[in-house]
C-alpha cells in the first residue's frame, strides 16, 4: 500500500496569485472522501483513468480529459479499481472568476454545461497554463488563466437557497471550528429530531453535518498553512483535539498530510 506521505505530488502557489493554486499529483491510488471547495476547480486527467462523482452523477475520466467542478460543489475523484492516475486540479477563487465573467456574473454561482470536456485543444491550453506556473512566469500566467476560464463552457445560474433550518446550522459550525455544538444540541435548538436535522441538511447541502463541519476545518487549516503558521498551531486553531485527528481528517480529504501541503512538495514525513 503507497502511503499518503510517499505519494509525488506538488503544490503550486504565489503570493502575486492568490487567487489561482495548483494542485498535480502522479501515478496516485489514493481516494478522496466526498468533498467541496470554495473555489472553482478545473481538472485535468494526464495518465489512467479516474471515477469522479459530482452533483450526484458519476463521470469516468480518462487520459486528455478535463472537468470542471463548481465552487461548493460535493464531489470525490478516485481511482478505478485500483489502478494509479495522474492529474492536474486547478482551483480558481469563485470571485475573481465572475469578476472576469461580467455577462455571467448576476447569478453569482457558475456552472458547467457539461462537467467532463473532451477537447483536446482546450487541454492544451490548459497544459500551457500550467507551463507558465511550473516556470514562474508570473507577469503571463494571468492572460492564460483569464484566457482559459473564458474558453469554458460555463453558463450563469442561481445560487441554491438553502431550508432556513440548514442555513442555521451551517452559520453555527462556520462560527463554532474549535468547539462546535453537539447535534443534540442544534437539534434542541432547531426543535426537531437529531435524525430529521441531518437528513434535511444532507438533502440540501449533499453533505452531512459531521462532513461539512470537518471540510470547514480543512479549509481553514489550508488557509493557515498557506499564511505559514505552525501546524501543531494550525491543528488546534481549526478545532482537532489531537495532531493525530488532524493528520487523519487532513489526509482524507486533501490525500495530503498537512506537512506536504505547508511545503507544496512531496515529502516522506508523516507530521
Given amino acids: 500500500m503507497t502511503h499518503t506521505r510517499d505519494i509525488p505530488q506538488s503544490f503550486w502557489r504565489d503570493a502575486q496569485l492568490p487567487w489561482l493554486e495548483l494542485r498535480s499529483t502522479w501515478r496516485s491510488h489514493q481516494a478522496y472522501k466526498l468533498h467541496h471547495h470554495s473555489q472553482l476547480s478545473i481538472g485535468a486527467i494526464l495518465e489512467g483513468e479516474t471515477c469522479c462523482q459530482c452533483g450526484g452523477k458519476e463521470y469516468l475520466l480518462n487520459s486528455g480529459d478535463l472537468i470542471v467542478i463548481p465552487s461548493l460543489s460535493p464531489h470525490s475523484c478516485n481511482p478505478v479499481n485500483g ?8 482551483y480558481l477563487d469563485a470571485q475573481w472568476c465572475l469578476d472576469h465573467l ?34 514562474k512566469q508570473t507577469t503571463q500566467i494571468t492572460d492564460a488563466a483569464q484566457a482559459l476560464l473564458r474558453s469554458l463552457p460555463l453558463q450563469s445560474v442561481k445560487a441554491e437557497h438553502l431550508s432556513p433550518t440548514s442555513a442555521y446550522l451551517r452559520e453555527r459550525l462556520q462560527s463554532s471550528l474549535v468547539a462546535p455544538p453537539s447535534l443534540d444540541e442544534l437539534a434542541y435548538e432547531c426543535r426537531m429530531r437529531k435524525e430529521t436535522l441531518i437528513r434535511n441538511f444532507k438533502q440540501d447541502t449533499g453533505l452531512t453535518p459531521g462532513s461539512y ?59
Wanted: glycine fraction near 4%.
Fill in 83 to 90: 489502478r494509479f492516475r495522474s492529474y492536474h486540479m486547478l
Fill in 102 to 135: 461580467p455577462e455571467l456574473s448576476c447569478n453569482q454561482q457558475l456552472y458547467p454545461r457539461n462537467p467532463v470536456i473532451r477537447d483536446p485543444q482546450l487541454f492544451q491550453r490548459y497544459l500551457r497554463l500550467v507551463a507558465l506556473m511550473q516556470r
Fill in 213 to 271: 463541519l470537518n471540510i470547514l476545518r480543512v479549509d481553514y487549516a489550508r488557509q493557515r498553512l498557506r499564511a505559514g503558521d505552525e501546524i501543531a498551531d494550525v491543528g488546534y486553531q481549526s478545532g482537532f483535539a489531537d495532531q493525530s485527528h488532524f493528520h487523519r481528517t487532513f489526509v482524507r480529504y486533501t490525500a495530503a498530510t498537512p506537512r506536504q501541503y505547508a511545503l507544496g512538495q512531496s515529502i516522506s514525513d508523516n507530521n
